[in-house]
């Protein structure tokens, strides 16, 4: 039971709430599902306004109390879930677009507008927001910028990073300061701005962006299909494609699992010629030849069946099984997600290896991603769906990271640090690096109360 007396944290607009439901509610990260045990936090803060949170982080450096920041709670390594002792800080109330200027390519938004709907308006003006990830409909433009989110137009358009050109960010000691503006160059200081961009909440408190909107492309965009022999293949596909200067705006991969789930799930006929490996592209600019010498390409490689279409409709169907799979592999259970990014000579080595521990440890392999840029979803299908890890999990996941580290790769390619991947932080990173990371922290939060224990 809390011993803090919050009768004191004055909010100019917001709420504070202490019941027990409501910390249960707020408390826990859903989509970890590798965490099982419950730990609620003393309160929850709802602010509405930037004065809110600067009340807010003040009452806590007082108190030395842990602020959790939160946005729409779609963390997967556990980021914004309660600590023992916590203040969870609730910001998708924050969550209007304040400006959408066509004539800055820029918007400008509160930290809760879901990525979804900040797309879907700046359509109407002629643009897009680029940054896709597949939690796109319900998760928050701030919770993407805190884990640094990538997705499937990440390829070609880049992660969240380079859709950030300026932030007002609340401190350890409640003031408020501005990084950035509306400039896509600005050389004047260091880049605090980028340095904020996948901190998780750990150096401040994220309460306005400002981001680049792209103009939406002109002319016919191609969306296909390819099935490959095997996953091998479809890798040195990737790596082909990447290589040929067909710019592609998306190539999403998926594996033999992933077909049979999506089968069952959406009543289609994938892999009913028995395929063992799919591959999603699509090129948003497709110039004369281009689909020629893709099909070509693809052809080479191994590819037995290609299935082109210039379709609203058809290329809606076709997004849609990538949007689909992870509610596919869930069917069966517990989807316990994994996130690593390799150099693209790698693909097909990682590809392999992922697919022998899974035999290894006889684990069902859920094996997609972002294959563009490197980035895989190693996921594993469990039936129970509570309690610890099963050993043969836990060994999968031990091996498989410690092979991506080898061969120069990241154990989080798009979705953070938080408590979950802690243990592997100091693994992949050498000593200097990670004393540096600990000094940037110190100075950003000298007396440690923005969600310790996460990222560094």
């Known amino acids: 039971m809390t011993t803090t007396n919050f009768s004191s944290l004055q909010l100019p607009d917001g709420e504070i709430a202490l019941d027990e439901q409501t910390l249960k509610k707020y408390g826990a990260n859903n989509f970890t599902q590798e965490i099982t045990t419950e730990v609620l936090p003393d309160a929850i803060v709802f602010a509405e306004t930037i004065a809110d949170v ?5 009452f806590a ?3 030395h109390i842990a602020v959790v920041p939160q946005g729409a709670k779609t963390s997967i390594v556990n980021s914004a879930a309660g600590l023992s002792g916590s203040l969870i800080l609730n910001l998708s109330r924050m969550n209007h677009i304040l400006s959408i200027e066509p004539e800055n390519q820029v ?5 809760g507008v879901l990525n979804g709907d900040l797309d879907a308006e700046t359509r109407k003006v002629g643009y897009f927001f680029s940054p896709d990830p597949g939690s796109k409909r319900i998760s928050s433009v701030g919770g993407n910028i805190a884990t640094n989110a990538g997705g499937m137009s990440s390829v070609k358009y880049g992660t969240t990073k380079q859709s950030v050109l300026g932030l007002k960010v609340v401190l350890a000691n409640g003031e408020l300061v501005t990084f950035g503006g509306k400039t896509f160059k600005n050389n004047a200081s260091y880049d605090l701005t980028d340095l904020l961009v996948g901190s998780e909440g750990t150096l401040g408190i994220i309460v306005e962006a400002i981001v680049h909107i792209i103009p939406i492309p002109s002319g016919n965009s191609i969306t296909g299909l390819a099935t490959f022999p095997t996953i091998h293949e479809l890798m040195r596909a990737v790596q082909a494609v990447q290589a040929s200067g067909v710019n592609p705006s998306m190539l999403e991969i998926l594996n033999r ?7 069952e799930y959406e009543h289609s006929h ?10 999603i592209f699509q090129i948003d600019v497709a110039v004369s030849g281009v689909l020629e010498k893709l099909d070509k390409l693809l052809q080479e490689y191994g590819a037995t069946k290609i299935d082109v279409t210039e379709d609203a409709g058809r290329t809606a169907e076709i997004i ?9 592999g869930a069917q069966y259970g517990r989807l316990i997600v994994e996130d690593i990014a390799v150099p693209l000579g790698q693909l097909a080595k990682v590809a392999d290896k992922a697919e ?5 440890y006889q684990q069902r392999l859920l094996l997609l991603g972002h294959a563009g840029d490197g980035n895989l979803h190693p996921d594993i299908i469990l039936e129970d769906r509570d309690g610890d890890l099963p050993e043969g999990t836990q060994k999968f996941i031990d091996e498989l990271l410690d092979f991506v580290i080898q061969v120069n790769g990241t154990v989080s390619a798009e979705h953070g640090i938080g408590s979950l991947k802690n243990a592997w932080v100091p693994k992949q990173l050498d000593e200097n690096v990670r004393a540096l990371q600990k000094q940037v ?13 996460r990222k560094i």
Not at 356 to 360: F, G, I, S
Not at 441 to 453: E, Q, R, T, W
């Open 441 to 453: 922290k110190k100075a950003f939060d000298p007396v440690g109360i923005l969600n310790p224990g």
């Open 54 to 58: 600067q009340a807010t982080i003040r």
């Open 257 to 263: 699992v992933s077909i049979e789930a999506l089968d």
């Open 61 to 63: 450096a007082a108190n």
């Open 107 to 111: 918007a400008v938004v509160e930290p």
């Open 320 to 328: 849609k099984i990538r949007q689909d799979i992870f509610a596919a």
């Open 356 to 360: 022998e521990l899974a035999d290894k």
């Open 270 to 279: 994938l892999g009913s010629h028995g395929e063992q490996a799919l591959l």
